[in-house]
């Protein structure tokens, strides 16, 4: 800590990770953030395939409820990077169609969904292609390695912001934090992406689909920023389906996947013209903890993620902001 600063790690570049971080720099931290894949996003995912095709295959949309997610939220939308989603949305049940009243209003990263986390990434060490296997304990500090034995250094904090079992693997050194985590339970969802050559013809933009393993079928191309892509469409299964479904491969996966898709649209199919899909482990908490975030300030290991603070983007987000607030305290 040769600068004075506050060394402080953060495990995973989701919006909760990368909301901790930026409010830790912010405050005078020196903040390295290491993530396991390629890019920033998380569940927030835009996944890219030819021909400038681009899919939402993990969160849909957003709503902003608490005015200081609502506050990040205009920010967001004045510098381009979220835009409200006016797709028509309905309930789906087998084929008939009941639309759905404009409720709130819903968001959407603009192009993507992961723009948001790139947003709050700008100016921060991000160390992709980087899985945290261990943390351990040397006196005050915590040591982090990587799953091929890499030394990652030597830090005063440790934020975790993977999904709870994730979690929960690593924090073998915080022992009552662990146990807390053991318990929260959390769902899979199976997603198709598929485009077609010419407009399918629904009437509706986003259903909600009842009656079926499918939970959500939405037209991404309809989403600002897409526009002008071809046909787009993101497919959700269930919860219990996905559970039940898991370990297929994706060659199994994908062919039932669509084969739900035409069944709850009740169109005659048509072969796609791009067809992949997509197993989401640690898609949903159903039972977040109320806590907001957890910080072991005897240990300097803390976690934050939708499983903490409630199931969705703007949980995740006020987890993160919990704990960059706890630790900032110190
Ligand atoms: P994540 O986004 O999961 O971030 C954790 C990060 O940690 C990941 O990038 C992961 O790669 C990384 N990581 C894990 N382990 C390690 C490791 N050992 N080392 C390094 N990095 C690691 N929310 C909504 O508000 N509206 C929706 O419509 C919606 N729909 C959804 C649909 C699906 C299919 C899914 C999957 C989620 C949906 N959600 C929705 C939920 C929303 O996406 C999440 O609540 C939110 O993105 C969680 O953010 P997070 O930062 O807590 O976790």
Redesign the pocket.
């Known amino acids: 800590m040769g600068d004075g600063k506050r060394r402080v790690a953060v495990?995973?570049?989701?919006?909760?990770?990368l909301t901790c971080a930026r409010g830790l720099f912010q405050s005078g931290a020196a903040v390295t953030v290491?993530?396991?894949?390629r890019g920033?996003?998380?569940?927030?995912a835009t996944r890219r395939a030819p021909e400038g095709l681009r899919f939402d295959?993990?969160?849909?949309?957003?709503?902003a409820r608490d005015e200081r997610f609502a506050a990040e939220v205009r920010r967001w939308v004045e510098a381009g990077a979220a835009a409200p989603w006016l797709g028509r949305l309905c309930t789906l049940t087998r084929g008939r169609v009941e639309s759905k009243d404009r409720d709130q209003t819903r968001y959407v990263g603009v192009p993507g969904m992961n723009a948001l986390c790139k947003d709050l990434a700008a100016g921060l060490e991000t160390r992709f292609s980087?899985?945290?296997?261990t943390i351990e304990l040397e006196g005050s500090q915590k040591n982090l390695t990587s799953d091929d034995g890499a030394d990652l250094g030597a830090y005063d904090v440790a934020m975790v912001?993977?999904?709870a079992p994730?979690a929960a693997d690593?924090l073998t050194a915080a022992p009552t934090l662990r146990e807390k985590i053991r318990g929260v339970p959390m769902q899979g969802?199976l997603?198709a992406m598929l485009s077609f050559g010419r407009p399918l013809g629904l009437e509706f933009d986003g259903a909600f689909v009842h009656e079926s393993g499918l939970s959500w079928v939405a037209r991404n191309s309809s989403k600002p920023g897409r526009e002008g892509a071809a046909e787009a469409w993101v497919v959700?299964a269930g919860p219990e389906w996905s559970d039940e479904q898991m370990e297929l491969t994706p060659e199994q996966l994908l062919p039932r996947l669509t084969s739900l898709f035409w069944e709850a649209t009740g169109l005659e199919p048509v072969e796609p013209t791009y067809a992949t899909s997509h197993r989401?482990r640690?898609?949903?908490p159903p039972e977040p903890l109320s806590d907001r975030c957890l910080f072991d300030a005897e240990l300097g290991i803390g976690v934050?993620?939708?499983?903490c603070a409630g199931?969705?983007?703007?949980?995740?987000y006020l987890?993160?902001l919990a704990l960059a607030e706890r630790v900032a305290a110190l």
Not at 40 to 44: F, T
């Open positions: 495990i995973g570049a989701g919006i909760s990770g290491f993530e396991k894949s920033v996003g998380g569940r927030m295959h993990g969160a849909q949309y957003f709503t980087t899985r945290v296997e912001s993977t999904p994730q690593l969802c997603a959700h989401w640690y898609a949903i934050c993620g939708d499983w199931p969705r983007v703007e949980g995740a987890s993160g």
